[in-house]
């Protein structure tokens, strides 16, 4: 891990061990048992209202504690570790993002403090298919007097059950495919002609599709310019992206150290199982992808802070460095572990679902590669 | 911070004044202190920047060296950079012996060494593998025989890159037969004393940049002895992380010459904005982004270790780099096509003739400096704390 400054170590530990005594993946199989219809337990969500971390990107001003990207790396790390869930990245930090980036100073003041409070559930809803894509937008926004009409559909939404501040891309202009003629919209979850269907993924999370039927939102709830909210779409995803890919990281480290664990427990033949250089090797390899991972990630979040100009390039490269590591990570994790990582009442199949679960949310690796080899040129 | 923006005038004042301008971005395709002998204004290049010191920037002065904080020696590089300038000293005597030297040889031994390393006018070659003695370095058999004042070597080492054009070689010797990590010592020889014979040996490359060395009752001086008898082991391993930190520092080989992205518009083309064929695009993807995130780790592992010091991990920097310039060098002949298979002929271009062998020479990277597998077992042990490594 790189050099961490006092506060994030402060702040890394408290994480930590609220993880280790109210939200272990223990804590998980709970919430997957009792199956809540938001995908998570509102009193994990309270308590991490309560620490803060709703509101870490919000500046004070706007009721929040105004931290940095690498800060917040710190803790979603250590709620992948504990397979955490709650909609944090979709709404502290997606949610907060699109509007920090492209509120007016009204819509700051009307939701952002809300957001940091958890109060407000915020999602991005932009994919249409069962794969990412924000430039096929094709949900229709028409003009009419005062605002605009809204009518399709969006799918596979994060935390759409739960979400009542929906930030919907949809089409002004242009055809589906064109960056131009997307635009924003704020949308109240509640708002008539908004309806969502749960979908029940192997993360037993809060998926939703959601209809818009002649929805009606005013001129105050565009968010930022019309038929130019691709740019502001990309950014904010992207911070998406680099949230997601720390998350992700958590989860993969997590998986390694059980894994490795086993290594130095389970005995075959008469000796640990990790004394097999099969094994050990592969141990070996994967801690050179997590530490190649960590790299990416830390590179992504800290070019976020710093206003990078290859934002997009280091973006698509942190979710690729820890797609490929998590990947690889959650598959042997139940090989190394034999015939009990196949069973449920073992929690290694958490891991692996929820790893490919956030492989497709915001851009699965194929999307990533195509994006950042496109900034080459080729 | 004015201090270093002092410095900086200073380097850049100094750079005008030195660096010739015939030589803006022409490094030499070998360095003095790998075998390299220059003329003209290479030459005057070299004596100045080694009198200078800055050959060797963080080195004390005291031996030679440019006495720099590691914060100058940057802002050094950034000017030599934006100048077209370079460094023309190089070799295992700056990157691996003299460090170690400075970690633990006599003062005496300091002034004699370093200087001539400082200012590329000693090249050194590294006597450690054996033919009996490879990834199972302490096993090596080679004897110095102690008569008091001097040692007498038998035996041979192989694997010696640059034997052929060194001056000297430092290396490791057996000089206990009863005991095997505890019998090794760590001693310095003049290539031109009598009995020292090297043979080349030819790699698949068709080049011959290593050798058999031969040592047949050769008389080596006591001052020659690093360290104390039969403590040499430690010594040998500490030069070896030396290394992996400078592998670390170092991105991909010739990544900067012609890239791979350059080949393939000029070899494969374009179909509208993206390249012909899918299949090689998505590897050169592949191929950018373990070359990013290599540079990302070895500069994250850089400044933990400046807080934390050095971690057993970089040895997955060295198992990464290895596939990073395998990966590459594969990729580049294949997007040449058969033309990136040329053995030689004027029907061939110069990129085409030196990818193939640098394709050839990188099968090597996984081999030297510590195999992959012996990397791995390392990591293994030192890092993951399993046993039986
Ligand atoms: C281009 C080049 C330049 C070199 N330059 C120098 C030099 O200047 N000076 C010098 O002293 N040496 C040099 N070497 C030698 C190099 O350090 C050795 O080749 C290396 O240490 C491996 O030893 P070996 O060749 O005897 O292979 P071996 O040790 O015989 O290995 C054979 C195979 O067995 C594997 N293996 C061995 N032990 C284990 C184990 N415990 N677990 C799993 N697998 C294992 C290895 O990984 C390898 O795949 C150079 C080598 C090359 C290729």
């Given at each position: 891990m790189s050099v961490l400054t006092e506060e994030q170590t402060i702040l890394k530990d408290q994480v930590s061990n609220w993880v280790r005594d109210e939200a272990s993946v223990t804590r998980f199989r709970q919430?997957?048992?009792?199956?809540?219809?938001?995908?998570?337990?509102?009193?994990?969500?309270?308590?991490?209202?309560?620490?803060?971390?709703?509101?870490?990107?919000?500046?004070?001003?706007?009721?929040?504690?105004?931290?940095?990207?690498?800060?917040?790396?710190?803790?979603?790390?250590?709620?992948?570790?504990?397979?955490?869930?709650?909609?944090?990245?979709?709404?502290?930090?997606?949610?907060?993002?699109?509007?920090?980036?492209?509120?007016?100073?009204?819509?700051?003041?009307?939701?952002?403090?809300?957001?940091?409070?958890?109060?407000?559930?915020?999602?991005?809803?932009?994919?249409?298919?069962?794969?990412?894509?924000?430039?096929?937008?094709?949900?229709?926004a028409s003009r009419e007097e005062s605002g605009f009409l809204l009518k399709g559909g969006k799918c596979f939404v994060p935390e759409g059950m739960a979400a009542n501040l929906l930030i919907v891309a949809a089409r002004t202009g242009?055809?589906?495919?064109?960056?131009?003629?997307?635009?924003?919209?704020?949308?109240?979850?509640?708002?008539?002609?908004?309806?969502?269907?749960?979908?029940?993924?192997?993360d037993h999370r809060g998926h939703a599709d959601i209809e818009f039927s002649d929805v009606v939102v005013s001129d105050g709830n565009i968010l930022g310019t019309v038929d130019q909210g691709f740019e502001l779409l990309d950014k904010v995803l992207d911070r998406g992206r680099a949230a997601l890919s720390a998350e992700m990281l958590g989860i993969g480290a997590e998986a390694f150290d059980r894994t490795?664990?086993?290594?130095?427990?389970?005995?075959?033949?008469?000796?640990?199982?990790?004394?097999?250089?099969?094994?050990?090797?592969?141990?070996?390899?994967?801690?050179?992808?997590?530490?190649?991972?960590?790299?990416?990630?830390?590179?992504?979040?800290?070019?976020?802070?710093?206003?990078?100009?290859?934002?997009?390039?280091?973006?698509?490269?942190?979710?690729?460095?820890?797609?490929?590591?998590?990947?690889?990570?959650?598959?042997?994790?139940?090989?190394?572990?034999?015939?009990?990582?196949?069973?449920?009442?073992?929690?290694?199949?958490?891991?692996?679902?929820?790893?490919?679960?956030?492989?497709?949310?915001?851009?699965?690796?194929?999307?990533?590669?195509?994006?950042?080899?496109?900034?080459?040129?080729? | 911070?004015?201090?270093?923006?002092?410095?900086?005038?200073?380097?850049?004042?100094?750079?005008?004044?030195?660096?010739?301008?015939?030589?803006?971005?022409?490094?030499?395709?070998?360095?003095?202190?790998?075998?390299?002998?220059?003329?003209?204004?290479?030459?005057?290049?070299?004596?100045?920047?080694?009198?200078?010191?800055?050959?060797?920037?963080?080195?004390?002065?005291e031996y030679g060296g440019g006495g720099l904080s590691d914060k100058q020696a940057k802002v050094l590089r950034e000017e030599m950079r934006a100048a077209g300038a370079f460094n023309p000293i190089g070799g295992f005597g700056t990157a691996?012996?003299?460090?170690?030297?400075?970690?633990v040889a006599t003062e005496e031994q300091k002034k004699r060494y370093l200087p001539p390393i400082i200012r590329g006018d000693v090249h050194w070659?590294?006597?450690?593998?054996?033919?009996?003695?490879?990834?199972?370095?302490?096993?090596?058999?080679?004897?110095?025989?102690?008569?008091?004042?001097?040692?007498?070597?038998?035996?041979?080492?192989i694997w010696t890159s640059g034997a052929k054009e060194a001056d000297w070689m430092y290396g490791i010797f057996r000089t206990d037969k009863s005991k095997k990590y505890e019998g090794i010592s760590f001693i310095c020889l003049d290539m031109k004393s009598e009995g020292v014979e090297v043979k080349p040996i030819m790699l698949i490359s068709g080049q011959s940049p290593f050798n058999e060395v031969f040592f047949t009752d050769v008389v080596v001086p006591k001052e020659n002895l690093i360290g104390e008898k039969n403590k040499g082991w430690a010594i040998g391993k500490h030069l070896l992380l030396h290394e992996r930190q400078g592998i670390a520092g170092s991105g991909a080989m010739g990544a900067t010459a012609y890239g791979l992205v350059e080949a393939a518009r000029d070899y494969i083309?374009?179909?509208?904005?993206?390249?012909?064929?899918?299949?090689?695009?998505?590897?050169?993807?592949?191929?950018?982004?373990?070359?990013?995130?290599?540079?990302?780790?070895?500069?994250?592992?850089?400044?933990?270790?400046?807080?934390?010091?050095?971690?057993?991990?970089?040895?997955?920097?060295?198992?990464?780099?290895?596939?990073?310039?395998q990966d590459r060098e594969e990729l580049m002949i294949e997007i040449?096509?058969?033309?990136?298979?040329?053995?030689?002929?004027?029907?061939?271009?110069?990129?085409?003739?030196?990818h193939v062998r640098s394709w050839l020479r990188s099968k090597a990277n996984s081999i030297e400096g510590g195999s992959n597998e012996v990397n791995l077992n390392l990591v293994a042990k030192r890092v993951l704390g399993l046993k039986g490594y």
């Open positions: 919430m997957r048992d009792s199956n809540p219809d938001f995908g998570f337990e509102s009193g994990t969500w309270n308590s991490i209202c309560d620490l803060g971390l709703a509101g870490l990107l919000i500046p004070e001003a706007y009721g929040g504690s105004g931290m940095d990207f690498k800060t917040l790396g710190v803790v979603l790390e250590q709620l992948g570790r504990g397979l955490t869930a709650s909609p944090l990245v979709a709404s502290g930090v997606v949610g907060a993002s699109a509007v920090l980036l492209g509120g007016s100073e009204d819509q700051k003041r009307q939701w952002l403090p809300r957001i940091a409070s958890g109060e407000v559930v915020a999602t991005l809803a932009v994919d249409e298919k069962a794969r990412h894509g924000p430039e096929y937008t094709a949900l229709a242009g055809q589906p495919g064109d960056h131009g003629g997307i635009t924003l919209f704020l949308v109240d979850g509640e708002a008539t002609g908004v309806e969502r269907t749960r979908l029940s993924l192997v490795l664990e086993y290594l130095k427990t389970r005995e075959q033949f008469g000796q640990m199982i990790g004394s097999f250089q099969a094994l050990g090797h592969r141990a070996a390899t994967h801690f050179m992808d997590m530490e190649f991972a960590r790299s990416s990630v830390e590179g992504a979040l800290e070019g976020i802070d710093l206003g990078s100009e290859d934002l997009a390039k280091l973006c698509s490269l942190a979710k690729c460095q820890v797609g490929d590591f998590l990947y690889n990570m959650s598959n042997d994790m139940i090989q190394m572990h034999g015939g009990i990582g196949m069973t449920d009442e073992f929690d290694a199949g958490f891991f692996l679902k929820r790893a490919r679960v956030a492989e497709a949310t915001y851009g699965n690796r194929a999307f990533h590669l195509d994006r950042y080899i496109a900034t080459e040129g080729i | 911070m004015s201090d270093l923006s002092a410095f900086r005038a200073e380097v850049r004042t100094w750079l005008q004044e030195n660096f010739p301008p015939s030589l803006q971005n022409k490094p030499p395709s070998n360095q003095a202190g790998r075998g390299a002998k220059f003329e003209g204004d290479m030459e005057t290049w070299r004596l100045r920047l080694g009198e200078k010191g800055w050959s060797t920037p963080t080195w004390p002065v691996m012996f003299g460090p170690t030297l400075l970690d070659c590294q006597g450690y593998s054996e033919p009996g003695a490879g990834s199972d370095l302490a096993s090596l058999q080679s004897f110095a025989e102690d008569r008091g004042d001097y040692f007498v070597i038998n035996g041979s080492k083309g374009m179909n509208g904005d993206r390249l012909a064929d899918g299949a090689l695009r998505e590897r050169i993807a592949r191929q950018k982004m373990m070359a990013h995130a290599f540079s990302q780790t070895a500069r994250r592992f850089t400044s933990e270790a400046a807080v934390h010091g050095p971690s057993p991990a970089i040895g997955i920097l060295k198992v990464a780099w290895a596939k990073m310039n040449m096509g058969s033309r990136g298979l040329a053995w030689k002929g004027e029907e061939f271009n110069d990129e085409e003739l030196g």
